[in-house]
């Protein structure tokens, strides 16, 4: 059983940055598809960025280009580094495992993941 936990949320103003961590523990991770999802209150969870076992992203068009998914495999840890943040930044993030390593392309969808993390809160002001 993957167990996944966030770090790294906070409060920051419009135009900063922070960096997200998400520790997996009780197995590895190295041959998992990860990705990271936020959710806002009242709203559907959403599909930000994702990273495949060979290194190979995807993002959500809102946050191409100021956004940056890694993962360190020796560490067994993901990482979100998100950069000119924006009040519409502001949700629930986590961290997702997938089922496995066979897509075409890292997967955006909540319905590909398998495991995923308690979450860690990220607000930006204007």
């Known amino acids: 059983q993957l167990h996944l936990v966030e770090s790294g949320g906070g409060s920051v103003q419009a135009g900063g940055s922070l960096r997200l961590s998400c520790a997996a523990s009780?197995?590895?991770?190295?041959?998992?598809?990860l990705g990271w999802f936020r959710q806002v209150s009242g709203k559907a969870r959403e599909g930000v960025a994702a990273?495949?076992?060979?290194?190979?992203?995807r993002y959500t068009d809102s946050v191409k280009g100021r956004f940056t998914i890694s993962r360190d495999t020796a560490k067994n840890t993901l990482y979100l580094q998100m950069n000119s943040l924006k009040p519409e930044d502001t949700a629930m993030y986590y961290c997702?495992?997938?089922w496995g390593r066979g897509y075409l392309e890292p997967p955006l969808r909540g319905a590909d993941y398998a495991y995923m993390g308690q979450g860690t809160q990220v607000t930006v002001s204007s």
């Open positions: 990273i495949d076992v060979d290194g190979r992203t």
């Open positions: 997702a495992a997938a």
């Open positions: 009780g197995g590895t991770a190295s041959d998992r598809c």
